[in-house]
């Protein structure tokens, strides 16, 4: 890959956090309305889980991409193995973020006393 391609993966990348970081807040506000402090933090790791989670490209060597998009582009085209392994990873970051959640709820029980 050329330099001008690696700038263009470096800017993606970058817009694409930032994009994340504001949409998470804005959610993060709307969610400030449910009463529950677990569903509330569920939601908010089920955001990140979805919209974080990264793939590697088959497509080209060494590039990470959104696993919901590869997996969704992936599914609608047809090629199930590719798609699988997008959602995998998904499924993956799915327990991890749910061993931090409740790891969480117990942090919150614990200083709510």
């Known amino acids: 890959m050329d330099s ?8 993606f990348w970058t817009l694409y ?9 804005t959610f993060s506000k709307l969610f400030r309305i449910i009463p529950v402090y677990g ?4 939601l908010q790791a089920a955001l990140v889980v979805i919209f974080l989670t990264p793939v590697q490209s088959s497509e080209a060597l060494s ?3 959104p696993a919901w ?8 085209l047809g090629n ?3 798609a699988g392994r997008a959602f ?9 973020m749910l061993l931090v959640w409740m790891l969480d709820l117990v ?6 006393r």
Do not use: K, S
């Open 4 to 11: 001008d391609t690696q700038m263009a993966y470096g800017i």
């Open 88 to 96: 995998f990873n998904l499924g993956l970051a799915a327990m991890a």
């Open 80 to 82: 199930p193995e590719e």
């Open 107 to 112: 942090r919150y029980r614990l200083t709510r």
């Open 69 to 76: 998009l590869h997996g969704g582009y992936e599914g609608i």
């Open 39 to 42: 569903v509330r933090t569920l």
């Open 63 to 65: 590039w990470w991409i």
């Open 17 to 25: 956090a930032l994009a994340f970081v504001v949409f998470f807040y």
